[in-house]
């Protein structure tokens, strides 16, 4: 992006990862809802959420639905009416996996993994879109060029994008076709990015058969075409001189979260408990799948654990129904009593409407370098409901 925009983007100014836009290229979520609500720095109207709930999934939970009703327009392109779609102005029905073609890599990330391969899988489309669905990227192609910017829209199928985007790993959707197991990518991805266009793709092709032949199961890589490690210095770095230059701690620093015991104990005389939100059951995935009976079943509500020693303090027993308090609201789930949790600590699960741990998390505290909010680190009480 220009300059100019990237300097607008929201939360520069609240992480190191939101400033460094190459890195990082979105804005930092907490402040997106302030933007919103507060017009500072300056105001967003305007939404469209593609497959997110974040009315359930982001922290301080009854903030970003103020937040999501506050704006002038919202939309929501998804399968199920989710909390954030009953908020929107128009659900546009996204289609399934089995109605699009996509590709995924497995086993490695870009830039990550040295000794792991990526393999690269295409999924073709089992059938036509149903009904009035459409895939997220025929939405997102569609609305660009109404918006005027056809020249960067300019595929006409799903295949002919796929192609442009894996052009510069020389694999097609054709070639994925015929390997349905999917193809290894053997040259380091950082090649990807510096050697483009048809003379990049012959450089590629000779050191993929040269210099980087073994690769990525090759051994010492450091001592060879990396001339040292994946850092500026080259070398392992204990002590992140970048760190230091950009004013932050080049070593682990262990800091008191910003509401604790210790930080807060005017907070703690009232919330008492450390909070600990962002826990998912097993049987679900993220804020998904509660609508499959078979899963409902085996996790039908949200729940609070405690400690055995805290719950005959507060004359809790397993089951009963209790009310989570924190400075952002409350909410109501079902007890479990374990000997898995310190006694000065209470745990909530998440993604569930019905008792959304988020609604008691603080999204306005968060760390320095990430951006992280602090889902580990609340404060709470814990209240036995006669019901």
């Known amino acids: 992006m220009p300059a100019v925009q990237r300097e607008k983007k929201l939360g520069r100014d609240r992480s190191l990862i939101a400033r460094l836009s190459d890195a990082y290229p979105s804005a930092h979520t907490p402040a997106l809802w302030d933007a919103i609500l507060d017009k500072d720095p300056y105001a967003v109207k305007a939404m469209v959420v593609f497959s997110a709930n974040p009315a359930i999934s982001e922290a301080n939970a009854t903030r970003v639905e103020q937040a999501l009703r506050a704006l002038d327009f919202l939309v929501v392109v998804d399968l199920f009416m989710t909390p954030t779609a009953k908020l929107a102005d128009i659900v546009l029905p996204a289609c399934t996996f089995l109605e699009k073609t996509r590709f995924t890599a497995y086993d490695a990330h870009s830039d990550h993994g040295w000794n792991v391969p990526s393999r690269v899988v295409l999924s073709p489309k089992a059938i036509e879109p149903l009904h009035e669905s459409w895939s997220d990227w025929a939405i997102i192609c ?11 829209f300019p595929w006409k199928s799903e295949e002919e994008s796929i192609d442009a985007t894996l052009h510069p790993l020389g694999l097609d959707c054709a070639r994925l076709r015929a390997h349905p197991e999917g193809i290894q990518v053997h040259i380091p991805p950082f090649l990807y990015k510096k050697m483009t266009g048809p003379v990049g793709a012959v450089g590629r092709s000779v050191l ?16 060879g075409f990396m001339h040292g490690f994946n850092t500026p210095s080259k070398k392992i770095e204990l002590y ?14 262990y800091r008191e979260p910003a509401e604790s015991p210790l930080s807060r104990p005017d907070l703690a005389q009232t919330f008492p408990y450390v909070l600990i939100g962002g826990s998912k059951m097993s049987m679900y995935t993220h804020t998904m799948m509660r609508n499959i009976t078979a899963l409902r079943e085996q996790g039908p509500r949200a729940i609070t654990e405690l400690h055995p020693a805290t719950a005959a303090t507060l004359g809790i027993a397993a089951g009963d129904a209790v009310k ?5 609201g409350s909410i ?10 310190d006694a000065r600590v209470v745990h ?36 036995k409901l006669e019901r």
Do not use: W
Not at 324 to 328: A, G
Not at 374 to 380: I, P
């Open 142 to 152: 569609e609305l660009g060029r109404r918006l005027g910017y056809a020249e960067y």
């Open 324 to 328: 989570v308090s924190s400075p952002r």
């Open 208 to 223: 993929a058969h040269t210099m980087f032949r073994g690769y990525p199961d090759m051994y010492r890589k450091y001592e």
């Open 240 to 253: 992140s001189q970048r760190l230091h230059e950009l004013g932050f701690d080049p070593l682990p620093v």
């Open 332 to 341: 109501v789930t079902a007890a479990q009593v374990t000997n898995r949790i």
């Open 348 to 383: 909530v699960t998440y993604g569930f409407e019905d008792g959304n741990a988020n609604v008691l998390m603080d999204h306005r505290a968060c760390d320095p370098i990430t951006g992280s909010t602090g889902l580990k680190s609340c404060l709470c009480r814990v209240e």
